[in-house]
Structures are given as structure tokens and as C-alpha cells.
């Protein structure tokens, strides 16, 4: 667990299920992935999560708002799931409910999950990557420090080619940079 702020990032919870189907059912929050999840698919999303913090020993850890006790998203790390040019690495990364959003605390929980990633886990460099047009989640990238190289650009490998949400960019931070 990692203590910020204003959040903790933790374990799942049985509980954590109901607000997260919801918020991967909201199209504000999809509006940069293929499709909104339907409950079977949000299901299947927290057991690959499940899977990956046995193999890790790290994940997407559940975002919980200190103040009120609520669940509000994931903010963590994880090994992408593709190949691709830069992989094997590992990825910073972050989904919140819309109601959360514009308060800082996706970059609060990012640059917690980078000290983890450096300091704890010993990682030489951590990156971040998303569809051209999510500057929400790029801006997230530039204000902890990341850098975007267009060289490092790329075509994610499980969205179909012609499709609008194809085309990627790479961050990176070193941890020396860091
Ligand atoms: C990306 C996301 C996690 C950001 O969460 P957040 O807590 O609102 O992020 P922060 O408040 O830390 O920072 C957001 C930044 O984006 C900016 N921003 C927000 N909406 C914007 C818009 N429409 N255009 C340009 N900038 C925007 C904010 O102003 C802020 O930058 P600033 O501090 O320089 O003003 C959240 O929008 C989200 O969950 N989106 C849907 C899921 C997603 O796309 N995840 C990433 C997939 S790679």
C-alpha cells in the first residue's frame, strides 16, 4: 500500500467491483478506448489485475479518497500486456471516475507509483503511453516529469489497423531523470 495526501493506493476489495463497473461503463471515461466495459468485461478486467500482482509482486492498485473512504479509480504500475518496440517494460498508469477528475489526483497518485517503481522496485526507467488525442492522460505524463519522444510513436498492436484510436504516443522517464 502507498500512503499520498490525499489517497491510498491499495489492494482490491470486494466493494471496489460496483464503482468500477460503473465508471468503465461511463463513455466520458472509455471516450479514449475502443468500447465501454459491460459488467462481465469489468469482471474480467480486476482478474487480470489479480493475476498480475501475484506474477509482479505489482499492479493497478485501487485508488481510495482518504477523506471520504470512496473508491475512485486505479493508479499504478503495470507490464504491458503487448509487444511492441519498447517492451518489456513497465507502464504508469491511471483510470479515475469522472467526478474526480481536474483535482491533481491522477498526478499525485502517478508520482507515487513512480517513487514505488524507482525506490522500491529498483526500475531504470518507467513509460507511459496513450492514444494521440487523450491530452487528459498526456498532460498527466508531461506534469510528472515525462518525456515524449515522436521517434517513439507507435501503432498499438491490439487495435485494429484504420481505426482512429490506433496510433500512440510513448513517455518516458529514467530513473536517473526522475
Ligand atoms: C486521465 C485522467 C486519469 C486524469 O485525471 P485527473 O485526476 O483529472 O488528472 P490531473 O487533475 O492530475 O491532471 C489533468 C490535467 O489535464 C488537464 N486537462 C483536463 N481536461 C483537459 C482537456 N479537455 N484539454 C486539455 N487539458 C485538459 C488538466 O487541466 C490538468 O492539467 P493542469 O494541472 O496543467 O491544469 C482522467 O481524465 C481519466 O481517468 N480519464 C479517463 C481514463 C483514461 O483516459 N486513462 C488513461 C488512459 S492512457
Redesign the pocket.
Known sequence: MVETERLLLREWREDDFEPFAR?CADP??????PATLTPEETVAGIERGRAHFARHGFGWWAAELKETGAFI?F?GLAVPYFEAHFTPCVEV??????E???????????RASLRYGFEVLGLAEIV????VA???????M??IGMTHDPADDFDHPRIAEGHPLRRHVLYRLRANAA
Open positions: 465508471m466520458r471515461v472509455m471516450e479514449f478506448f479509480g493508479i498508469g491511471w483510470r479515475l471516475a469522472a474526480y477528475w481536474r483535482r491533481g489526483l491522477a498526478t499525485e497518485g502517478a507511459s503511453f496513450t492514444t487523450n491530452v487528459r492522460s498526456r498532460r498527466v508531461e506534469k
